[in-house]
C-alpha cells in the first residue's frame, strides 16, 4: 500500500534519513520506533508532505506521493497527526471536526463517522462546545485523532501520540488506538513507549541515526533481548 | 439631541465596521498588513460618484456591482503583487514588512491615479437626501439606506463564517495556517480569497461612504488609519470585535462632533487607539 524507497532528508548540513526503505502493507499496523532523534517524525512528516526529502521516493497505491502537494494527500486517504497535534486550539471541537471532514471524499457519511469518533471518544461527544485549547493533553490528542478519522482516511499516520500524557491518558489512548486498529485501518505510527506499540501493531522498524537498523514482527521484536535493551528500556515490564 | 448623536454615530459606525471588517479578514487570513486598503476604498467611491453623475447608475445597484468587482480586484492584486510576497516569505514573519512596504507603494500609486483622474478637490453626489424620521430624529435617508446595506453585509459575513464550510476553511486558515493543509485546505488559494473578500468589503464601504459623506483623493489613508485602530480596538482577527468597536467608533466621533468640536473627531479616533495600545493591546474583546 506504501513503499518507501532509499529516503534521504537533510534539513540544512544535518542529514535526518539516510537511504530509509520501508513498506506498509494494507490493513497493517507498523510502528516506527527510535530514540530521540533518530529521523522518525521526519520520515512520518516526508509521508504526510509536510518535509521534502532531498532523494528517494514515496508510492502509495500507484501514486508518486511526492508530485503532490500536502493538501492533497488527505483526498487520497493519508490523514496525519503530527507531533504536537496540529489541532485547531481557538476552535471548538465540533469545528475541529467538521474540518476534518471538509475534503471532499469525508463529505458523505461524515455524520456516521462522527457518531463512531464519538463512540470511540465519549468525551469529545459531551465537549463537543469546548474550546479545544483549553482541553487536557489527551483530550486534545482524542480531537486530533478524531478529527483525522473524520477525513475518512485509508492509511492514519500517528507521530508520537503518546507524548507529553500522564501513563494512564496513555493507556486510554492506546486502548482507544487498539479499537481503530480493530476497525482494519491501515496505521504507520512513531512512538516512544516502544512497548506499548509493539503490543499493538503487527510490524517495526528500528531507526537509529537516520538509517533503518533493524525491522521484523512486533512480537519477535518484543522477545529480542537486543531490542529490549535498546528501546524497551533494559526489560518488558508489562 | 443624545438620541440623534446616537443615531447618527450608528450610521457611521456601520461604515466603519464594514471598512475594519474588511481589513481584519485580509491581515487575519493573508496576513497581509494592507496600506493602501483606504485607497482601495476610494476608488469604489469615485467610482459610484462618476456612475452616478455620468451614467446615472442609481448607487444601490453600483454596490451590488463594486462588491463582486472588488473581489476580482483584491484576487488578481494578490496573485500579480501579493502572491509573490507569500512564496518569498514561505511562513516566515518577513511577509508582514514587505507586504507593509508593498502597500505603502501603492497607496500612493492608487493617490497619484486618482489626483490625475478626480483631482484634488471634494467630491459628493446628492442622493436621497430628504430626511426621514426615524424616532422622531431627521435622518437624510442616504443614511439610512448606507446603514442597512452595511448591517446586510456585515451581517451576512458573518453567518457565512460563523456557518458554512467556506466560513470554517477561511477561519481555520486565519487561525492555524500550519495545520490547514492537514485538512485538505489549500492555504495559498484560502488566503487569496481572504484578501479578494477584504477588497470586495472595502469597495462596499466606499460605495456607502460615497452617498453620503463628501471626499477626496488624498483622503485614503484616514480610512486605513481608522480601520486599523478599529481592528486592534476590536482584537486582530476578531470579526464580532471589529463589528462592535466600529459602532463604537462611529458613536466616539458623532459625539465628539456634537458635543464637542467637529475638527477634533481625528484627535479623539487615534487617542482611543493610543488608550486602546497602552491598556489592551489584544483588543477590547479579547478573551483570556
Known amino acids: 500500500m506504501l513503499e518507501i524507497k532509499d529516503l534521504t532528508l537533510r534539513y540544512g548540513k544535518h542529514t535526518a534519513l539516510d537511504g530509509v526503505s520501508a513498506e506498509v502493507g494494507k490493513g497493517e499496523m507498523v510502528a516506527i520506533l527510535g530514540a530521540n532523534g533518530a529521523g522518525k517524525s521526519s520520515l512520518l512528516g516526508a509521508v504526510g508532505g509536510r518535509v521534502r526529502p532531498a532523494s528517494g521516493s514515496i508510492r502509495y497505491q500507484d501514486q508518486d506521493l511526492l508530485a503532490l502537494p500536502q493538501h492533497l494527500l488527505v483526498e487520497h486517504g493519508i490523514a496525519l497527526v503530527p507531533e504536537g497535534r496540529g489541532i485547531f486550539p481557538a476552535m471548538t471541537v465540533e469545528d475541529n471536526l467538521s474540518l476534518g471532514a471538509l475534503p471532499r471524499r469525508a463529505q458523505a457519511g461524515a455524520a456516521a463517522r462522527r457518531d463512531e469518533v464519538f463512540g470511540l471518544f465519549p468525551k469529545l461527544a459531551q465537549r463537543r462546545g469546548q474550546i479545544a485549547g483549553t482541553m487536557s493533553g489527551g483530550e486534545q490528542q482524542m480531537v486530533a485523532i478524531g478529527r483525522a478519522l473524520m477525513s475518512a482516511p485509508d492509511l492514519l499516520l500517528l507521530d508520537e501520540p503518546s507524548l507529553g500524557l500522564a501513563p494512564i491518558v496513555a493507556q486510554e489512548l492506546f486502548a482507544a488506538l487498539g479499537r481503530i486498529r480493530a476497525g482494519g485501518l491501515t496505521i504507520m505510527i512513531v512512538e516512544q513507549n516502544a512497548a506499548a506499540t509493539l503490543a499493538l501493531a503487527d510490524r517495526a522498524y528500528l531507526l537509529e541515526a537516520g538509517r533503518i537498523i533493524g525491522a521484523g514482527a512486533a512480537e519477535a521484536l518484543r522477545n529480542d533481548p537486543a531490542v529490549a535493551a535498546a528501546f524497551l528500556g533494559g526489560a518488558l515490564t508489562d | ?288
Open chain 2, 1 to 288: 439631541m443624545l438620541l440623534t448623536t446616537l443615531i447618527l454615530g450608528a450610521v457611521l459606525g456601520g461604515t466603519y465596521a464594514l471598512l475594519a471588517l474588511g481589513l481584519t479578514l485580509q491581515y487575519g487570513i493573508a496576513r497581509i498588513m494592507n496600506l493602501a486598503y483606504g485607497e482601495l476604498t476610494l476608488i469604489a467611491a469615485f467610482v459610484l460618484v462618476w456612475a452616478f453623475q455620468g451614467l446615472g447608475l442609481s448607487p444601490i445597484i453600483s454596490i451590488l456591482l463594486l462588491a463582486p468587482a472588488g473581489y476580482l480586484v483584491g484576487w488578481a492584486l494578490y496573485t500579480v503583487m501579493m502572491g509573490p510576497l507569500v512564496r518569498r516569505a514561505g511562513g516566515s514573519g518577513r511577509l508582514e514588512v514587505d507586504s507593509i512596504l508593498a502597500t505603502f507603494g501603492l497607496l500612493f500609486l492608487i493617490q497619484g491615479v486618482l489626483l490625475l483622474t478626480a483631482g484634488p478637490n471634494f467630491t459628493s453626489i446628492s442622493y436621497l437626501d430628504r430626511g426621514v424620521s426615524v424616532f422622531g430624529v431627521s435622518v437624510a435617508a442616504n443614511k439610512l439606506v448606507a446603514f442597512g446595506i452595511c448591517v446586510v453585509a456585515g451581517g451576512a459575513l458573518v453567518v457565512a463564517l460563523a456557518r458554512t464550510r467556506w466560513g470554517l476553511t477561511l477561519r481555520a486558515v486565519a487561525l492555524s495556517p500550519v495545520s490547514a493543509p492537514l485538512v485538505g485546505i489549500d492555504v495559498n488559494r484560502t488566503m487569496r480569497q481572504g484578501f479578494a473578500l477584504g477588497t470586495a468589503l472595502a469597495a462596499v464601504a466606499g460605495g456607502t461612504l460615497a452617498m453620503y459623506q463628501t471626499f477626496s483623493a488624498t483622503g485614503g489613508v484616514v480610512f486605513t488609519m481608522k480601520a486599523l485602530v478599529i481592528v486592534i480596538m476590536g482584537g486582530v482577527g476578531n470579526v464580532g470585535g471589529a463589528l462592535a468597536a466600529g459602532l463604537a467608533l462611529g458613536l466616539v466621533e458623532t459625539f465628539v462632533a456634537t458635543a464637542i468640536d467637529p475638527g477634533l473627531t481625528l484627535a479623539a479616533t487615534f487617542a482611543i487607539f493610543l488608550i486602546v495600545l497602552l491598556w489592551r493591546p489584544q483588543g477590547l474583546f479579547r478573551r483570556r
